[in-house]
């Protein structure tokens, strides 16, 4: 088999990619082929739901909707991770009242108006008196009064209501102790890594560590697995370690629902655009994540201000925005899908989204003339006003640099890598394509330019500007730059 192009079925194809949540409402093959079609570029399974049983037969699903269409659509783990929370409440929710005081053990029973469990054996160690806790999403308020330090915290209602049972706890002003990885985390990685996800999403990322120790341990459960790692960041803590996680993550999630009860509000859009900005300029894909389109979920239309805050992700530059609850649980996935296609395909007319003026910082590293290659293709096809940017790659590198520069010219990767071709369909206008012929660079190349001609993407007399390493046949890193015409 020498090339596999089969684009065709896909309805529109934005730059900005979509992640879309599976669950009840989502998992059939009719279901994932409909937002499949809408524009749906990586499905997100959310280990925090589901039986493994299920998930296997989702994922052969997906597998079968990428055949069918000749899509790649990804597959992303989302790791629960050290998500805090209480136990069963009496009667299924009890009323607590501002000023009153509430007792959270560590020992397993069911809770009362005032006495509860808290899943965290290590609570009354690590907490401080008068640092916050925050239940059910910041609804319930509570101070810290005392700790006993083995078994037992006592804190005062500063904002009651109904405090229900199982809801996640946040304390935004405590350093936990908690490992970044569960041990059931480390059981639902395993299981990702034989299924062979695309990418994992490791949650309540703390420091650039959790990074290392992840791939690490995925390193050690398999090490030909090329799962790449997303760092979700929800946590105070990450903020301030941004700059070390971006090094070591391979992709970003601003997860703004825990993000936006850990710190306060109004500083979310700020973080937002600044994880979005410093992702830009270090080639890592970056995902805007949480409550998007969420009126969805009930309704066949979303509000204006969600509009305006998917088009703002878009303008900010994120490379994908995603959908929780509204595709997971809602009452009509592909619509949510395809209204969000909608928007980002408005909102990529605007020219301003383009060409970040950012040459590569200079390095004596091994990425050092491919970064330059990679930077002045982009510049090449702006001042040609080219159609597209080419490239040949077996690591995905040169994809994810040119990507980064956010070119007007589309960005066509060819790879005889099937995991990486998975993999870039999170990236921000990078199309992949399957290709495995190996002659010489000028027959590569114009057999490209054919088979893109051939499918509409390009047309006669479009400057195209190529990317590849030469000889071809070493697999090395891109060292070469060609400006041609579609004849």
Same mark, same amino acid.
């Given at each position: 088999?020498?090339?596999?192009?089969?684009?065709?079925?896909?309805?529109?194809?934005n730059?900005?990619?979509i992640?879309?949540?599976l669950?009840?409402?989502?998992?059939? %093959?009719?279901?994932?082929?409909?937002?499949a079609?809408?524009g749906?570029?990586?499905?997100?399974?959310?280990?925090?739901? *589901?039986?493994?049983?299920?998930? &296997? /037969?989702v994922v052969k699903? &997906?597998r079968?909707?990428?055949?069918k269409?000749?899509?790649h659509?990804s597959?992303?783990?989302d790791l629960?991770?050290p998500?805090?929370?209480?136990?069963?409440v009496?009667?299924n929710?009890?009323?607590?009242k501002?000023?009153?005081?509430?007792?959270f053990?560590?020992?397993?029973?069911?809770?009362?108006?005032?006495?509860?469990?808290?899943?965290?054996?290590?609570f009354?160690?690590?907490?401080?008196? =008068?640092?916050?806790?925050?239940?059910?999403?910041g609804?319930?308020?509570?101070?810290?009064?005392? /700790?006993?330090?083995?078994?037992?915290?006592?804190?005062?209602?500063? $904002?009651?209501?109904?405090?229900?049972?199982?809801?996640?706890?946040?304390?935004?002003?405590?350093?936990?102790?908690?490992?970044?990885?569960? %041990?059931? =985390? +480390?059981q639902d990685?395993?299981?990702?890594?034989?299924?062979?996800?695309?990418?994992?999403?490791l949650?309540?990322v703390?420091?650039?560590?959790?990074?290392?120790?992840?791939?690490h341990?995925?390193?050690?459960?398999?090490?030909?697995?090329?799962?790449?790692?997303?760092?979700?960041?929800?946590?105070?803590?990450?903020?301030?370690?941004?700059?070390?996680?971006?090094?070591?993550t391979?992709a970003l999630m601003?997860a703004?629902? =825990? +993000? *936006?009860?850990?710190?306060?509000?109004?500083?979310?859009?700020?973080i937002?655009?600044?994880?979005?900005?410093?992702?830009?300029a270090?080639?890592?894909?970056?995902?805007?994540?949480?409550?998007m389109m969420?009126?969805?979920?009930?309704?066949?239309?979303?509000?204006?201000?969600?509009?305006n805050?998917?088009?703002?992700?878009?303008?900010d530059?994120? =490379?994908?925005?995603m959908?929780?609850?509204?595709t997971?649980?809602g009452? $009509? %996935? $592909?619509?949510?899908?395809?209204?969000?296609s909608?928007?980002?395909?408005?909102?990529?007319?605007?020219?301003?989204?383009y060409?970040g003026?950012?040459p590569?910082?200079?390095?004596?590293?091994?990425?050092?003339?491919?970064?330059?290659i990679?930077?002045?293709?982009?510049q090449?096809?702006? $001042?040609?006003?080219?159609?597209?940017?080419?490239?040949?790659?077996?690591?995905?590198?040169?994809?994810f640099?040119?990507?980064s520069?956010?070119?007007r010219?589309?960005?066509?990767?060819?790879?005889?890598?099937?995991?990486?071709l998975?993999?870039?369909s999170?990236?921000?206008g990078?199309? *992949?394509?399957?290709?495995?012929?190996n002659?010489?660079?000028?027959?590569?190349?114009?057999?490209?330019?054919?088979?893109?001609?051939?499918?509409?993407?390009?047309?006669?007399?479009?400057?195209?500007?190529?990317?590849?390493s030469?000889p071809?046949?070493?697999?090395?890193?891109s060292?070469? &730059?060609?400006?041609?015409?579609?004849?």
């Open positions: 088999m020498s090339t596999q192009i089969q684009e065709s079925e896909r309805i529109q194809f730059r900005t990619k992640v879309a949540t669950g009840p409402a989502s998992s059939t %093959p009719e279901m994932l082929e409909e937002m079609r809408a749906a570029d990586v499905f997100r399974i959310n280990f925090s739901h *589901g039986k493994y049983d299920d998930v &296997i /037969t699903h &997906i079968e909707v990428n055949r269409l000749g899509t659509i597959i992303l783990g629960q991770g998500k805090l929370r209480i136990g069963v009496e009667n929710g009890v009323e607590i501002e000023g009153q005081i509430l007792t053990t560590t020992h397993e029973m069911t809770g009362t108006a005032e006495k509860v469990y808290i899943t965290y054996p290590q009354p160690k690590d907490v401080k008196v =008068d640092e916050n806790i925050l239940i059910d999403d609804k319930l308020v509570l101070r810290v009064v005392s /700790t006993n330090k083995t078994d037992e915290v006592q804190a005062q209602v500063v $904002h009651g209501g109904i405090l229900s049972s199982k809801k996640g706890v946040n304390l935004p002003n405590t350093r936990i102790s908690l490992p970044c990885l569960t %041990p059931k =985390d +480390l990685l395993e299981f990702a890594l034989q299924q062979q996800f695309d990418w994992i999403g949650s309540f703390r420091s650039g560590a959790d990074i290392i120790e992840l791939k341990i995925i390193r050690n459960i398999d090490p030909a697995s090329k799962a790449r790692v997303i760092a979700k960041i929800e946590k105070p803590e990450a903020v301030s370690d941004i700059d070390n996680i971006i090094r070591e391979d601003v703004r629902g =825990d +993000l *936006g009860v850990e710190v306060p509000m109004q500083r979310v859009p700020v937002q655009k600044m994880l979005v900005r410093k992702c830009l270090a080639s890592k894909p970056v995902i805007i994540a949480t409550q969420e009126s969805m979920i009930t309704n066949i239309s979303p509000s204006r201000a969600e509009v805050d998917v088009a703002n992700s878009v303008m530059g994120a =490379d994908a925005v959908l929780s609850g509204e997971s649980v009452k $009509h %996935p $592909h619509k949510v899908v395809e209204a969000m909608k928007i980002i395909a408005q909102v990529e007319e605007e020219h301003t989204l060409y003026e950012r590569p910082l200079f390095s004596t590293d091994e990425r050092y003339v491919s970064d330059h990679c930077y002045a293709a982009t090449l096809a702006r $001042h040609t006003n080219a159609a597209a940017i080419i490239t040949m790659t077996q690591s995905g590198y040169t994809a640099r040119i990507s520069y956010r070119p010219a589309s960005i066509f990767v060819f790879t005889d890598n099937y995991s990486i998975t993999q870039l999170l990236v921000w990078v199309r *992949g394509y399957y290709y495995d012929k002659i010489s660079t000028d027959h590569t190349i114009a057999d490209i330019k054919f088979i893109l001609k051939k499918e509409g993407l390009v047309v006669k007399d479009d400057f195209i500007v190529n990317t590849a030469i071809l046949s070493e697999k090395g890193k060292n070469m &730059i060609k400006l041609s015409i579609v004849e």
